[in-house]
């Protein structure tokens, strides 16, 4: 059972972290302050050290921990009954899009802020990545089989560079068919 402290403290962490993602998207992760973290979250820049051990912990952890959201949320859906690959594959668009859709400063700071990370760090989110990026590129092959794996490497690339765009196209925002559009293009990307 988790008590109350448990939960406030939580609480606090998290939004430690979506201060974070939003400050460093906005000016980068070396010209925030610890004191404006405290202050973005309405306490002191050191009550930071009682949730994370430094502002790089902080980078690893909304990194590290957006990658591994990504791939275990696709590997539930790639788990889960569908009536075919293209449903499959429409299920894998639809999460990724209500990712990239909800959480722009994250896509933005991973962008920008990837090569910060210390090297073990940075080798575990490619890692992450690669596999998240192969749970789509297996749904493809069986949809594609004529595409070559290398073919399919660039489509995939092409299409989260397509679908991670909009955390830098304010404009976007104001589409009313913001994801309709963006899902067609997707599936116009993968499948031809």
Do not use: C
Request: charged share 25%.
């Amino acid at each position: 059972m988790t008590t109350a402290r448990a939960e406030g403290k939580a609480r606090t962490r998290q939004l430690f972290l979506d201060a974070a993602a939003r400050l460093f998207a906005d000016r980068g992760f070396h010209a925030v302050s610890i004191g404006e973290l405290g202050a973005a979250v309405g306490v002191s820049g050191p009550a930071l050290y009682r949730h994370f051990a430094s502002k790089d912990a902080m980078l690893e952890e909304i990194l590290i921990g957006t990658s591994e959201y990504l791939l275990q949320g696709g590997q539930r859906i790639v788990a889960a009954e569908h009536a075919d690959d293209a449903a499959l594959l429409d299920a894998l668009i639809d999460f990724h899009l209500t990712f990239a859709l909800t959480h722009r400063d994250v896509i933005r700071v991973q962008d920008r802020e990837l090569g910060t990370l210390a090297k073990a760090a940075n080798r575990q989110v490619r890692k992450l990545q690669r596999q998240y990026l192969d749970l789509w590129a297996e749904v493809v092959a069986r949809m594609r089989p004529d595409v070559s794996a290398a073919n399919r490497q660039v489509a995939m690339h092409a299409v989260f560079g397509l679908l991670n765009s909009t955390a830098h196209n304010t404009d976007v925002a104001a589409s009313a068919d913001e994801r309709g559009i963006l899902t067609v293009a997707a599936l116009r990307v993968l499948l031809g």
